[in-house]
């Protein structure tokens, strides 16, 4: 008997000629192979992963007995339109999904009516049972978790939690063996997973409403994985645990990529996301990477400063003066942190959330702030309709909110984005203004255009961040200020359509690649493209605050000269004032003390960036999380002295 052909789909999108191996369907196919009856009864030739032409992929797929689908944002709609030209083609061909984008209730089955059954939760088990009682002809009515139609009837069964750890690994068994031969020139990326579950349960992740104890998989596997991740020179690596660092078992971990990274190179790089409540365990992991040139960046989570979102998404934070503790460590060390705000969570009002944005910047964190817009998700607590009407959340539909995947062309499927736009605490103007808000803060606080005039008139002047961030906003949307309004009413215009679910919240442009950016990324390189002008028109702006002029001079010549651009060559430049040292005692945590002294800077530029595509993909993505934007350790004071 010829074995039944099982095909499994786990689409994404390149990020230049980078994409990650399909780990979630590896694993089930890993995991059902070594059932003696599956290995027998049904073959696995073939994982798709990357994003072809719809038709084409139907016509390689059809003749199937059975296509198992991963599904999240970035593919949940393809999936849709390949599963139904699939049925087309081939109406006896069994189409299962699962994944992230699955909500609970089953109500998939009744919006697509060719998909046969839908996985709730954890897969492998249960593909696996699902697998066994089709091959043996026995019921699926005693498979948990999992919803299906029997005459015409929807059915789901009930939920349990899956405690197994006993998993195959998709890396050791071969399973990706195939496509990383068919496609020798590719850049793989890779997650390994050495925990699954959250003790949390912060109430917009899907992640944590799993309501899964935490359980780690066998360290021998996790050590194998690697070595053989290593030995297929895999640069990236990504964690895919919800809290990496939570166990002793985490740092040993480390240790052994470290090791191999310091034998052969791979991996490159690694990022995971850290556990909530950061600690010495967790800043020695970072620490050791962060040395051999392997860490991406630490979190240090916030989400939200206010008492009422906090409370209403189940979370809590670290305290603010730990968190001040943990920058000077890590900002001592050189250890590149940024922090996470969400925003349009329940609670949370305009006034709130620039309230929470001064105490993190008076803390220190003055390396990197991420602003996420909250989307909503189905498996989410959030995604349920309760939830949704208690808080009184409005949504807009926009297209897919994923930066720095590469632009496709007549891209046939469009996926997409659910984003909180409105809610009882906050209108949708305020959600506009907080947009607005976090983009001037990441082009000229983060970006660093003007984070050396905030920084002194903060710490010199008492003035506020939010009161000289707030006074920037409505001087870059004020028409007679030509580059900054060009910028910043184009980013307003795209950020308001959204409301009405006719925008989005990326652009692309030819000048910059053929990348997609997020708004703010997209504002800081149209500012840095016209730089010059900018700064000239800025002056009037800055001299309003009242500085001393000698003060002022130095500040601005220091400011202007730092930025990398690219085409940059070697340069020099004096100041009347220590602003070098004075803003890295800042940034440090130290107490600065700016004392009139000549001071002469030579710019050693070892990287200079020949195109801006070249300059936007290295600074501002790959370099956004540890200020690759600035010249740092390149300025070299020459001369300093006391003579004027």
Not at 19 to 31: C, H, K, S
Not at 108 to 129: K, P, R, V
Not at 391 to 409: M, V
Request: aromatic share 14%.
């Amino acid at each position: 008997m010829d074995k039944k052909i099982v095909t499994m789909v786990q689409v994404n999108y390149l990020h230049e000629n980078s994409v990650f191996l399909p780990y979630a369907v590896g694993t089930l196919i890993a995991y059902a192979k070594n059932n003696s009856t599956i290995d027998s009864y049904y073959s696995f030739p073939d994982i798709f992963f990357l994003r072809e032409d719809t038709e084409k992929l139907s016509e390689k797929i059809q003749n199937s007995y059975l296509v198992g689908f991963s599904n999240y944002i970035w593919n949940y709609e393809y999936n849709k339109v390949l599963a139904q030209k699939i049925k087309l083609k081939n109406p006896a061909c069994i189409l299962v999904f699962g994944g992230h984008s699955i909500n609970p209730d089953g109500s998939l089955l009744n919006e697509c009516g060719f998909i046969d059954y839908l996985i709730h939760g954890e897969g492998e088990e249960t593909f696996t049972q699902l697998l066994l009682a089709l091959a043996e002809g026995t019921t699926v009515e005693s498979i948990p978790n999992i919803s299906f139609r029997k005459n015409v009837k929807m059915i789901n069964t009930p939920p349990i939690q899956i405690s197994g750890t006993d998993y195959i690994s998709p890396y050791l068994s071969g399973c990706f063996d195939k496509i990383m031969a068919e496609h020798p020139f590719m850049d793989f990326q890779a997650i390994i997973e050495p925990s699954r579950g959250c003790p949390y349960c912060c109430t917009y992740c899907d992640w944590g409403n799993l309501n899964s104890k935490v359980k780690n998989f066998p360290l021998e596997k996790i050590y194998e994985e690697l070595n053989w991740l290593s030995s297929k020179k895999i640069k990236f690596i990504a964690g895919a645990d919800a809290n990496f660092g939570m166990f002793k078992r985490d740092e040993d971990i480390v240790n052994k990529m470290i090791e191999l990274h310091k034998k052969t190179g791979y991996p490159a790089n690694f990022q995971t996301s850290y556990a909530k409540n950061s600690n010495e365990r967790i800043f020695r992991m970072t620490k050791k990477l962060n040395e051999c040139g392997m860490n991406k960046g630490v979190t240090i989570s916030y989400q939200t400063l206010s008492t009422v979102a906090l409370k209403n998404i189940k979370r809590d934070n670290i305290s603010i003066d730990s968190f001040s503790e943990l920058l000077k460590k890590y900002n001592h060390d050189e250890i590149a942190t940024y922090t996470e705000l969400i925003i349009g969570l329940p609670g949370e009002t305009f006034e709130s959330f620039i309230d929470g944005i001064d105490i993190l910047l008076d803390a220190g964190q003055h390396n990197y702030i991420y602003f996420h817009n909250c989307e909503w998700l189905p498996c989410s607590e959030m995604g349920k309709k309760e939830y949704v009407d208690k808080y009184k959340i409005k949504t807009s539909l926009i297209p897919l909110n994923q930066p720095h995947r590469e632009q496709i062309e007549n891209d046939e499927v469009q996926e997409f984005s659910r984003i909180v736009t409105a809610m009882y605490s906050m209108s949708s103007d305020d959600w506009v203004r907080m947009n607005l808000y976090s983009i001037v803060l990441q082009c000229f606080h983060f970006g660093g255009f003007l984070q050396i005039f905030a920084i002194y008139l903060h710490q010199e002047k008492l003035i506020k961040y939010s009161d000289f961030y707030l006074s920037l906003m409505d001087f870059v949307l004020t028409p007679k200020n030509a580059v900054s309004f060009s910028v910043f009413s184009k980013i307003k215009g795209k950020i308001e359509d959204v409301i009405s679910s006719s925008g989005e919240l990326t652009c692309e442009d030819s000048r910059f690649g053929n990348v997609i950016w997020s708004l703010d990324e997209y504002a800081f390189l149209l500012l840095a493209y016209d730089l010059e002008s900018f700064y000239l028109e800025i002056y009037d702006f800055l001299q309003n605050f009242g500085l001393e002029k000698e003060i002022f001079n130095s500040l601005h010549i220091y400011q202007q000269n730092i930025m990398k651009l690219p085409f940059d060559s070697d340069a020099a430049f004096s100041t009347d004032y220590n602003v070098k040292e004075y803003f890295e005692n800042s940034l440090k945590g130290d107490s600065p003390v700016l004392r009139k002294i000549h001071s002469s800077y030579k710019i050693e530029n070892h990287t200079k960036y020949l195109s801006w595509s070249e300059y936007a993909k290295h600074i501002v993505w790959y370099g956004k999380k540890d200020s690759k934007n600035f010249f740092t350790n390149e300025v070299l004071i020459t001369h300093e002295d006391n003579t004027f």
